[in-house]
């Protein structure tokens, strides 16, 4: 079903979440503006950035319409340029039933709330932070939201450790849900990237997850972090397999994954080897929709009807029907239920 035209051009994402009402899902896109070249310094190289934008979406009975847009930033990541870099993420962090937008820059954070008319921005400090990667979670499965980060170690001089910290919002802004936070270093060929959070088997909430993924074609690591007491933060990475090198009998994957969870399973579309070509993808590597039971990854076989979908691909409710929406030569397309055979 094709919902209608994208307003806007040189898409590379889309995400959906109830911003605007409490009933109706909404349309986040990024867009991709090219790149730049930022001064280091004098005397120093330039550093080529990547420029994003993104927008909100609004359907509508005469199609979609874009309601806001950002400024144009720097998505490129601090270690990789010296140069602060712009992150985002969104989810109900105040308890209202809407999501809010959070778009980090190193030490800053800015909230923005969304109304039928209007979008209003708030500003706040985070104590020296410098924060490469977020994502709403609920790490300790009390139904309130917090917000995961994954910053640079003022200490690591290497940029090869992370760390992980928790934040609530509360009256004066994020907060530290504690003094506390977890350090990862999988190695100097390992880049560290936070993918967002996904409910999982025998674990509490909605978790953040991390994933770390290597210079060449090898299957990535992935852990989640969990919060079994309020002193405490837990590093874990028993829910995923993983093996240094692909095998015939497993299915395994390599890079970032998109993350979705339909119901209490965890379904993610990505690069999975063996096994690929489930999703043809013009002059692209083709990607895959794979489900995690038992700490096992199983390719999910598309339905005849999905089996055209190219494009960034998000979870959609249009109308009281979960489903799924895709972009594709720039048009949004709606599947309602489900796009995959379960077995």
């Known amino acids: 079903m094709v919902l209608g035209r994208c307003p806007l051009e ?40 990547k420029l994003r934008r993104l927008a909100l979406l609004r359907p509508g009975g005469s199609g979609l319409k874009s309601v806001w847009q950002s400024e144009p930033f720097n998505s490129t990541s601090a270690a990789a340029s ?29 909230v923005v709330s969304f ?17 490469e990667g977020a994502a709403c979670c609920d790490a300790d499965g009390d139904s309130l939201s917090e917000v995961a980060t994954l910053e640079l170690s003022q200490i690591d001089t290497g940029f090869t ?24 270093n999988w190695g ?6 936070l993918l967002g959070s996904a409910r999982l088997e025998d674990y509490p909430g909605e978790l953040p997850v991390v994933a770390g993924i290597y210079a060449t074609l090898r299957p990535s690591q992935y852990a989640i ?20 090198w692909f095998s015939k009998e497993r299915v395994l994957p390599a890079g970032e994954l ?20 489930t999703v043809p993808v013009r002059g692209q590597s083709p990607q895959s929709f794979a489900a995690l039971d038992d700490g096992e990854w199983r390719l999910l076989p598309l339905l005849e009807s999905a089996m055209r979908i190219s494009g960034p691909v998000c979870r ?7 489903g799924w929406l895709e972009l594709r030569d720039n048009l949004f397309y709606f599947y309602p239920g489900e796009i995959f055979r379960w077995r």
């Open 10 to 49: 040189k898409v590379v994402a889309v995400g959906a979440g109830r911003f605007v009402s409490a009933d109706t899902d909404d349309i986040l896109i990024v867009q991709d503006l090219g790149r730049m070249e930022l001064s280091r310094g004098p005397g120093r190289d330039k550093a080529v950035v």
């Open 82 to 110: 010296d140069i602060a870099g712009t992150c985002w993420t969104s989810g109900d962090i105040n308890a209202d039933g809407r999501h809010e937008l959070l778009l980090f820059t190193a030490d800053t954070c800015k």
């Open 115 to 131: 109304e039928p008319d209007t979008a209003t921005t708030s500003a706040y400090g985070l104590n020296g932070a410098w924060v």
């Open 161 to 184: 450790t992370r760390l992980l910290r928790l934040y609530r919002m509360t009256g004066s802004g994020l907060v530290p849900c504690g003094a506390y936070s977890v350090g990862v």
């Open 188 to 193: 100097a060929d390992t880049r560290l990237a």
């Open 225 to 244: 972090v969990y919060r079994p007491a309020p002193d405490s933060l837990v590093l874990t990475t028993n829910p995923f397999p993983w093996q240094e």
């Open 258 to 277: 998109s993350l979705f969870n339909v119901g209490d399973t965890l379904v993610a579309c990505g690069y999975f080897v063996p096994g690929m070509g």
């Open 316 to 322: 959609f409710t249009r109308n009281g029907t979960a």
